[in-house]
């Protein structure tokens, strides 16, 4: 885990090209210390629900397009600024204590539709 904080802290961009993902850990761990992600759009990825502008999504398999959202954020370097406090506080809402809370609540919502017959 100290690893790869030291590569997160180092780093300039995270860029995740996943085209399959169903869990984005490690999008949140990137963005939660300020990093800006560079996202691909493909449709059977969960992460490319995190991008926050267009700048942060390339389009699925297409090395240019990557290449030019990289090069955009060393060419507007306080976007990327502005982008990496975003997504600090946009982590926020993916601690743990608020993914408990969801849970908790989801819960109660079951319980409570099956409870009174209307368990849509």
């Known amino acids: 885990q100290e690893s790869l904080l030291d590569v997160i802290n180092y ?9 399959i993902e169903i869990e984005a850990i490690s999008a949140i761990e990137a963005f939660s210390c300020g ?6 759009d493909s449709p ?7 991008a926050l502008n267009g ?20 060419t507007h370097p306080q976007e990327k600024e502005a982008l990496s406090q975003a ?10 204590s608020k993914s408990v809370d969801r849970l908790e609540n989801m819960f109660h919502e079951a319980i409570e539709a099956y409870d009174t017959g209307n368990d849509e």
């Open 44 to 50: 059977t990825s969960a992460t490319n629900q995190f």
């Open 55 to 74: 700048h942060t999504l390339f389009k699925k398999g297409d090395p240019k397009d990557l290449s030019e959202k990289i090069d955009y954020f060393y």
């Open 87 to 96: 997504y600090v506080d946009y982590a926020k809402n993916f601690t743990l």
């Open 35 to 40: 990093l800006v992600p560079i996202i691909s």
């Open 11 to 19: 780093s300039d961009l995270y860029v995740h090209a996943s085209d």
